[in-house]
């Protein structure tokens, strides 16, 4: 039995620590909740169509942290298969398409992904939001 609440905040973590190192502070913490926001208005995939937008903005690093934590935590929860590639070029869009078939295709999968990633994201947020006030004061 996974334990999924484990798997969000281990993944939330990673998301963060990902990107601390190079990104500013602040707007890793907004580039978090904006995810949140989009994921809770709209879909799950649409938060990773929206990270995609990111990867190829000025926020590449957290584009990256998000679109790999979001896949990992998937996969674990067993919601995509395990052979789901994480490419390391700038271009997922191919995985765009195999994403909307695997997850978008089964509401149910669907649901329980939003419910996942939105966990992830709190718990980045909170992580977030422990790291800027320990960085910027």
């Known amino acids: 039995m996974i334990n999924l ?11 963060v620590t990902d ?3 190079t990104d500013d502070c602040k707007n890793l913490e907004n580039l978090v909740n904006q995810a949140l926001g989009i994921l809770c208005e709209q879909s799950p995939f649409a938060m990773m169509l929206w990270g995609e937008t990111k990867f190829k903005a000025n926020s590449r690093k ?13 996969q674990e929860a067993k919601l995509l298969t395990s052979d789901f590639p ?11 398409k195999r994403l909307n078939d695997d997850l978008c ?7 329980v992904a939003g ?18 006030s320990e960085k910027c004061i």
Do not use: H
């Open 105 to 111: 295709s089964d509401f149910t999968k669907l649901a």
């Open 62 to 74: 957290m584009g990256n942290a998000l679109w790999c934590s979001a896949i990992r935590l998937l």
């Open 5 to 15: 609440d484990y798997q969000a905040a281990r993944f939330g973590l990673e998301m």
């Open 115 to 132: 419910e996942l990633l939105e966990r992830m994201l709190v718990y980045a947020r909170y992580y977030a939001k422990s790291t800027t």
């Open 19 to 21: 990107v601390t190192d």
């Open 86 to 96: 994480l490419p390391n070029r700038p271009s997922r869009r191919p995985n765009l």
